[in-house]
């Protein structure tokens, strides 16, 4: 009975809080995030990305108009870490060492995604992947939005909020 009682009182313990998933890393979340735990780390991995996707359509500046991506968006992502309130960036970082830092606002308020498939098939590292990020027409520049074209990011790698 005691056992029991222990296993049972572990697992709920373990279930509080964020969680991260366990699998291989596609993208790791850092910086202050986690309501109760700040600065814990979240993995995206691919059971992440499968269970949290969405498709939209985009015009991808270098792979042609009407792409249907699939991935996390940044304000879904942004719900599911829980940035503490002083949180003002979302800072994107690619393997190669490229950041992109976006207002936290915008990243709210646009569709902005960790995109992980095009039209069905998985990135490669070839056209952007594993990760990369896409962009609608509303957040491009010449809407006065917050992304250029050549901000479309490629191989990001983590995800720091701060």
């Known amino acids: 009975f005691v056992l029991v009682a222990v296993v ?26 986690g309501a109760k ?10 059971a992440a990305f499968d269970a949290k996707s969405v498709e939209l359509t985009y015009n991808d500046p270098w792979m042609g108009d009407g792409l249907k991506y699939k991935g996390i968006l940044l304000k879904d992502l942004i719900t599911l870490v829980k940035p503490t309130s002083d949180v003002t960036t979302v800072s994107l970082v690619a ?7 976006i207002a936290l606002a915008d990243a709210q308020n646009y569709d902005l995604m960790l995109a992980r498939w ?15 990020l896409a962009a609608p027409e509303d957040s491009k520049d010449k809407n006065n939005g917050p992304i250029k074209d050549e901000n479309w990011m490629w191989w990001i790698k983590s995800v720091d909020f701060k």
């Open 95 to 101: 393997v190669d060492g490229m950041t992109l830092d």
């Open 8 to 33: 049972m009182v572990a697992t709920l313990l373990a279930s509080c809080g964020p969680k991260a998933p366990s699998g291989e890393a596609l993208v790791t979340v850092k910086g202050k995030i």
């Open 37 to 46: 735990n700040v600065g814990e780390t979240y993995v995206l991995d691919q």
């Open 118 to 132: 095009v039209d069905g098939e998985l990135l490669t590292e070839e056209n952007g992947g594993p990760v990369k």
